[in-house]
């Protein structure tokens, strides 16, 4: 970035106007002398700011603190940021499931909606199931379609920059899917598209368990597992969208398939049937002898798995989340394996979002994307290059 200059009026008004807009949003109702303490600026430029935001819409007067009225003489003017200039869709599209969330520009979620979808669906049947979760969620909410600023989508698979899904063997029909340019005809504003575990690492770094951590690995646990990692705060994609594809490192040692790791018998599981894959947690945890040796093979392979993610970009913390039931019982065998190869073994947790992971993972990518228009002055955790 150039170094500032006399010639540079528009950067510095946008620099002025995104200092004047984060204050706005993190004070309760603030005065210009308020907004003249927090920022820096002086008077003159905080109210030529707010009156510019005000015209633009992202700003309202607010009304008196209880009290002041009573008080001879004129109030001071206080000002909010109006979270209701526009709204953000956050859609998770999984196996089993549809979901969506709605939140203002405040990022605080005003609505949710899910609905059940069959693994075998296919493309069309899941968009439009997509497509309904939507309406419903909009509807409940009072929020016209035009309101909306953004929209970001949680997905299997590894996806481009553009939304397409490259390769995406959980879904039926994913593979080589234009995502992001079919669901862009839905609506009349920017969808970002984003691998599954990416955007739950995203949301466990800005709501969940890793809040205080900028490096970290999401696990998204599964007879086929994949992880989303954090490093120094932002969002770790790799050259072609496929970091942390850890489920095919079996593949090097040509390992047992993931398909038979679970197996009581001598047919494989399903990787998506998770009442197939609870119910060998449940005999496990019964005693039955073949279910626990399933299980120790699972958790084996994950561990084993993990640790080689971990060993090579060396995170503060992992969270460990995803359908799988029974997760609690890979936390020690983690920690332990960890603890032998690594000089300062990360920390490791069960995600605090559970299910709600994608979907607010996808509703962060939105509201960052937003942030980059209002705050263009850095960038945010999950800018693409």
């Given amino acids: 970035m150039g170094r500032l200059t006399g010639g540079d009026p528009s950067l510095l008004r946008r620099i002025n106007s995104a200092v ?63 979270a209701e200039a526009g709204h953000l869709l956050g859609i998770e599209i999984g196996p089993h499931r549809v979901a969506a969330l709605l ?18 669906a296919p493309e069309d049947e899941r968009l439009d199931r997509v497509r309904t979760v939507v309406a419903d969620v909009l509807r409940r909410a009072g929020v016209a379609r035009s ?10 698979g590894i996806v481009e920059a553009d ?15 234009a995502l992001g340019e079919r669901l862009r005809r839905s609506f009349r504003c920017p969808v970002i598209v984003e691998n599954d575990a990416n955007a739950a690492a995203v949301a466990e770094h800005w ?19 994949g992880a989303g990692s954090l490093i120094g705060g932002r969002l770790h994609r790799g050259f072609g969208g496929a970091a942390g594809e850890i489920g095919a490192l079996h593949l090097l040692g040509q390992g047992v398939t993931p ?8 047919e494989p599981l399903h990787p998506l049937d998770e009442q197939a894959v609870a119910e060998v947690f449940a005999l496990a945890r019964k005693g039955d002898a073949r279910a626990q040796a399933a299980e120790e093979r699972f958790i084996q392979r994950l561990v084993h798995d993990v640790a080689a993610l971990v060993l ?7 969270v460990v989340g995803g359908w799988a039931a029974g997760l609690d019982g890979v936390l020690q065998p983690l920690r332990d394996e960890l603890a032998r190869f690594c000089l300062r073994p990360p920390r490791v ?26 705050f263009a002055v850095e960038g945010t955790v999950t800018a693409r290059r």
């Fill in 349 to 374: 947790v069960l995600s605090l979002l559970g299910e709600a992971a994608v979907g607010t993972g996808a509703l962060r990518l939105a509201l960052d994307h937003v942030e980059e228009q209002l």
């Fill in 20 to 82: 004047v807009l984060h204050a706005l949003r993190g004070a309760d109702a603030p005065t210009l002398t308020d907004l003249t303490r927090i920022t820096g600026l002086s008077r003159p430029t905080v109210e030529g700011v707010v009156e510019g935001l005000m015209e633009g819409g992202l700003v309202v007067e607010a009304a008196p603190e209880e009290g002041e009225t009573r008080r001879q003489g004129r109030p001071a003017r206080r000002f909010r940021f109006r």
């Fill in 312 to 318: 090579a970009i060396d995170p503060e913390l992992v």
């Fill in 207 to 225: 709501k969940g368990a890793a809040t205080d951590s900028d490096d970290i690995v999401f696990v998204l646990a599964g007879l086929s597992p």
């Fill in 163 to 177: 939304g397409t899904v490259r390769l995406g063997t959980a879904l039926p029909g994913w593979t080589g899917l």
């Fill in 147 to 156: 309101n909306l600023r953004a929209v970001g989508v949680g997905t299997p």
């Fill in 259 to 266: 398909e038979h790791l679970l197996s009581t018998t001598d």
């Fill in 103 to 120: 939140s203002g520009l405040d990022g605080r979620i005003i609505g949710a909606g899910s609905r059940e979808v069959a693994e075998t």
